[in-house]
C-alpha cells in the first residue's frame, strides 16, 4: 500500500502543479493562490471538525503558521515561473527543494549526508544549470524563471520541514494543514490586497462570471494539493519512509507529460537532461534519507 499512496501522491502533486501553471496563464498568480487555497481550508476545516483533529492543538502548531507564511510567496514563485516558463523544466527544478532543505535541517542537527546524498546534490546543481538552457542554439530559458523556480524550491521545502514538526499523527496533521491554509489566506489575501491598490486587477477579463468559471479548476488546483499531503502521510505510515519519499518525489513527472499531451511543449536537449539530472537528483537524495 505505501507504493499505491507514494504513486497516488505523484499523480495529485503533478496534475496540481499543472493545473496551478496553466491558471495562472490567464488569471493573476495571487489570485490562484488565495482562492484556491480558501477552497482547500474550507475542506480541511470540516475534515479536522469530522475528525476531531482540533485535540492535537498545541505549541508544536507554531510551525504550521510558519508554513503558512511562507507557503504563499513560495507557490505565487512557482505558479509565476510555470506561466513563464516551459513546466518540463520549472516542475523537476521546484521538486529539489523538497528534499534538499529537509536534507539540510537534518545536517544541521548533526545528521551527515550519505553517497547517494551527496551524489543527489551533484547531480541537481548540476541539472539546475543544464536546465537553465546554456545558450548553444534556440533560446534559453530566462534567468527570471530560473530564480522564482529555485526561491519556490527552497520555499517548498521549508515547507515540508515545517510541516513535519507540526504534526505526528493523521489527525494531527489535518489539523496543522488547516492552520497552514488559513495562514496561506491571509498572508496572500494581504498581498493580492496590496496588489490591488497598486492599480493590478484582481480579476481577470470578464470579471467575475470569468472568475466562477474558473472555481471548478482552482478547487481541484487547492483540494488536490491537500489530498496530496494526506496520501503521503499515508504511505510514509504504512512502509517505509525512503520508498515513500522516492515515489512521491516523481510528481514533476506528471506535469512534464501533461504540459507534453496537453499544451504540446517541446524542451530542447539541453533543457530536457538539464530538467532529468534534476528529477535523478532528487530522487538519489531522497533515496540516502
Known amino acids: 500500500m505505501t507504493a499505491v499512496f507514494a504513486l497516488a501522491t505523484s499523480l495529485l502533486w503533478g496534475l496540481a502543479d499543472f493545473g496551478g501553471g496553466l491558471l495562472t496563464r490567464r488569471l493573476q498568480a495571487l489570485t490562484v493562490v488565495v482562492v484556491s487555497q480558501t477552497l482547500a481550508a474550507v475542506v480541511l476545516g470540516a475534515v479536522v471538525l469530522a475528525t476531531g483533529g482540533w485535540r492535537e492543538a498545541g505549541p508544536q502548531l ?40 529537509p536534507l539540510g535541517v537534518g545536517i544541521v542537527a548533526g545528521e551527515r549526508p550519505g553517497l547517494l546524498q551527496a551524489a543527489g546534490m551533484v547531480v541537481a546543481v548540476i541539472g539546475v544549470v543544464l536546465a537553465g538552457g546554456p545558450r548553444v542554439s534556440g533560446a534559453p530559458v530566462a534567468r527570471q524563471t530560473i530564480a522564482l523556480t529555485l526561491f519556490s524550491a527552497l ?63 482552482l478547487g481541484f488546483v487547492g483540494i488536490a494539493d491537500v489530498a496530496a499531503n494526506g496520501t503521503y502521510a499515508l504511505a510514509a505510515q504504512n512502509g517505509p519512509v525512503t520508498l515513500a519519499a522516492v515515489l512521491a518525489s516523481l510528481y514533476p513527472v506528471v506535469t512534464s507529460l501533461a504540459a507534453l499531451g496537453v499544451l504540446k511543449e517541446r524542451l530542447r536537449a539541453i533543457q530536457t537532461a538539464g530538467a532529468s539530472l534534476a528529477l535523478v537528483g532528487s530522487v538519489l537524495l531522497a533515496s540516502g534519507s
Do not use: D, H, K
Request: overall charge positive; proline content about 7%.
Open 62 to 101: 507554531w510551525c504550521a503558521v510558519g508554513a503558512g507564511v511562507v507557503g504563499p510567496a513560495a507557490m505565487l514563485c512557482f505558479y509565476r515561473a510555470l506561466a513563464l516558463g516551459p513546466m518540463g523544466v520549472v516542475s523537476p527544478l521546484a521538486s529539489v527543494g523538497t528534499v534538499l532543505v
Open 155 to 217: 520555499g517548498f521545502g521549508a515547507v515540508m520541514a515545517l510541516i513535519s514538526e507540526a504534526s505526528t499523527t493523521v489527525t494531527g496533521l489535518f489539523l496543522a494543514l488547516f492552520v497552514q491554509r488559513v495562514c496561506n489566506v491571509a498572508v496572500g489575501g494581504a498581498a493580492l490586497y496590496a496588489s490591488v491598490r497598486r492599480g493590478t486587477p484582481a480579476l481577470p477579463e470578464g470579471g467575475l462570471p470569468a472568475l466562477r468559471s474558473a472555481l471548478p479548476a
